[in-house]
């Protein structure tokens, strides 16, 4: 038994040996069919590639750099794409402006912020949102190369109070809705400016400025250098001066230190300033804050002005205070130089309290349309000129914008509040009232 234990041992050690040997002898005959593999791998023909030609291989380089472009492309985020596309539609406007040689621009009228336009931006979540008043309008604002609009009241803030008439401020909630409608410039010397008196006015320009720095603000200043730079617009090759001023500002004076504060309108303050933008600009465009409240008819301060403004030779007059719309003209010198004035736009927007027969005019206002072109000889003329006519619409539900009187209709003017307020207010009394104020040389979208 002893015997046979020691044999069984001995076989087992045996077949241990004999098994780690054949593992040994696979690993190698495996490893040598790898390695013959591997020597003997079709190498590439080192004569055939010295000969690709050299466009072959700039064509192979160029389509790895578009590759590579692409997947950059595709991992950019949000806000880094929107610049690239910014910048491209950059290059082609430049590409494009020397060739059109066409700008068009537009103005709408007062935005005059009455109680309950302030409150009508009142959300469900307790915050202030005001796309609503330009909601019916943003479209065709975005169109222009150029868009202005009559700021008439302060935007100073909460700090200084909400406040409708007489007295005026509204939230800077409205700036945020002025800018995304698509608006450039602000025009903002009215008699309204010193509302709220020397920090209101510095709360407004502060504001716009610092939340609203792409937009123009005109006719309002922080300093005395501010107040002696003139506003320049370039598109399409077409560089237009922009300047704005106030009659007067409701008998407030302007701040002691500040005497530039508001753009007055001064013979001297004006005939320097068009003076030096005629210098720099190829066309000159003046923005009066003039005329008589609730009339529809030219005042003697207008025909006055008109006067100085033709003898600067002035390009366009684009006029608004009067709440109302008044006549568009052209006057001429007699020597060759013709001037467009728009007397008055009326209100964009306002909610007033008055009561009686014709209130109802000053809910009607307009756009301003105009084509400038320069010409082979270098001069910009006002090649196309139109006032669109707007109205604004008190809601039942008590929401307040305005459309473009071509999407008006008859049902709708009935569910305007104003009918309240003026019992004589139709949709066909404010066509009438279009067409006896602006001639059909001018007139759009009425027949």
Known sequence: MVKNKLKNNGDKKNYRKLLITNIVLACLIIGGAIFWNLANAEKPNMQTMATVSKGQAESTRKDAGENTEETVDKIQTGTNRKTAESNTDTEENAETAEDSKTLTLSMIGDVLLHTPVSKSGLQKNGKYNYDYLFKFIKKEVKSYDVSLLNE????????????????????????????????????????????????????????????????????????????????????????????????????????????????LMTEAKVKKDVKKAKKNADFVIVCPHWGTEYKNDIDSYQKKWTKIFLKLKVDLVLGAHPHVIEPVKWVSDGKGHKMLVYYSLGNYINSTARRGAGTYRQY?????????????????????????????????????TTYFFRDYTSKKAKKNRLSNQDTTFTFKKAKEHFKSVISKTFLADIE
């Open 152 to 263: 008439e009241v302060l935007l100073a803030g909460t700090k200084f109070g909400i406040s409708g008439y007489p007295q005026f401020n509204g939230r800077f909630e409205v700036g945020n809705a002025i800018e995304k409608a698509g608006f450039d410039v602000v025009l903002h010397a009215t008699n309204h400016s010193m509302d709220k008196g020397r920090a209101g006015l510095l709360s407004d320009l502060n504001h716009w400025k610092s939340a609203h720095p792409k937009l123009k603000v005109v006719g309002m200043y922080r300093t005395k250098k501010e107040s002696e730079k003139i506003t320049y617009v370039k598109k399409h090759g077409i560089k237009i001066a922009i300047l704005n001023y106030t009659y007067g500002t409701n008998g407030l004076s302007l701040p002691s230190d500040m005497p530039f504060a508001v753009n």
């Open 364 to 400: 009607c206002g307009g756009m301003a349309d105009v084509t400038l072109t320069k010409e082979e000889d270098g001069k910009v003329k006002i090649t196309d000129a139109k006032f669109i006519p707007l109205i604004t619409h008190y809601g039942q539900d008590r929401k307040i």
